[in-house]
């Protein structure tokens, strides 16, 4: 199977596996891969004490957004579009295709950024991958996830990963993500019904292609389905 060059979103609530999905996504047809936790979590993370970028005449402070995701909140979406965008760009221009997780979280980030995928790609080749999960299923797997200290890889919890302490893919140290706790999951809930849930029907309007997928199946199982509908 092969894709020309396209811009996928790989979107769904927390847990539903967007990152996973997005990786194998990206490894299988040669996309680069943009994952918004990991990306600009990272960013964030090396960003020096006082370090801020100004959009449309405003400060956005890193520290003021590292302390929002530890309370579970999502990144202010100005903030998150800005650093977006700029490397979409980079990526498009270099022809590339892309596969997005965790991006756009909000409709402030849909409405920035559909439109700019649209133009870079064309509107036929860009699609949104929904990944449907219960939210009992989201609390489950949220608060099970692990990742690797070095490099963010998320390590699947199952019989055979449950007594891991280092990652099988680069051997640091595996932990539990901060915000991956029982009360800021169930703040993460709230804000995607809030925040985020709004975006299908953004998609829709924008006439961008929508695929639903069952996300409670194995990783195995979802990926057929991806790759069937797309």
Not at 22 to 37: D, I, P, R, V, Y
């Amino acid at each position: 199977m092969k894709l020309s060059k396209k811009a996928i979103i790989v979107f769904g609530p927390p847990g539903s596996g967007k990152g996973t999905q997005a990786e194998l996504l990206a490894g299988k047809f040669g996309f680069f891969q943009w994952e918004n936790s990991t990306i600009i979590g990272r960013i964030i993370s090396q960003a020096k004490k006082g370090d801020f970028v100004v959009i449309k005449g405003k400060k956005y402070y890193f520290s003021e957004q590292a302390k929002i995701r530890r309370k579970g909140l999502l990144w202010d979406g100005n903030f998150v579009s800005y650093l977006t965008k700029k490397k979409i760009e980079e990526i498009a221009e270099e022809g590339k295709g892309v596969v997005l997780s965790g991006s756009p979280r909000t409709l402030d980030e849909g409405k920035a950024l559909t439109p700019l995928l649209k133009k870079l790609y064309g509107a036929k080749n860009v699609s949104v991958v929904f990944l449907k999960l219960t939210p009992a299923a989201t609390l489950w797997r949220n608060s099970h996830r692990r990742e690797c200290e070095l490099a963010t890889h998320s390590i699947l919890y199952n019989e055979e990963t449950r007594k891991l302490k280092k990652c099988p893919l680069d051997g640091s140290k595996l932990m539990s993500r901060k915000d991956d706790n029982p009360k800021a999951i169930k703040i993460r809930l709230e804000e995607f019904e809030k925040k985020t849930a709004p975006l299908l029907d953004l998609f829709k309007k924008q006439g961008v292609k929508l695929n639903i997928i069952k996300g409670e199946q194995s990783v195995a199982d979802v990926f057929k389905d991806i790759l069937k509908a797309l």
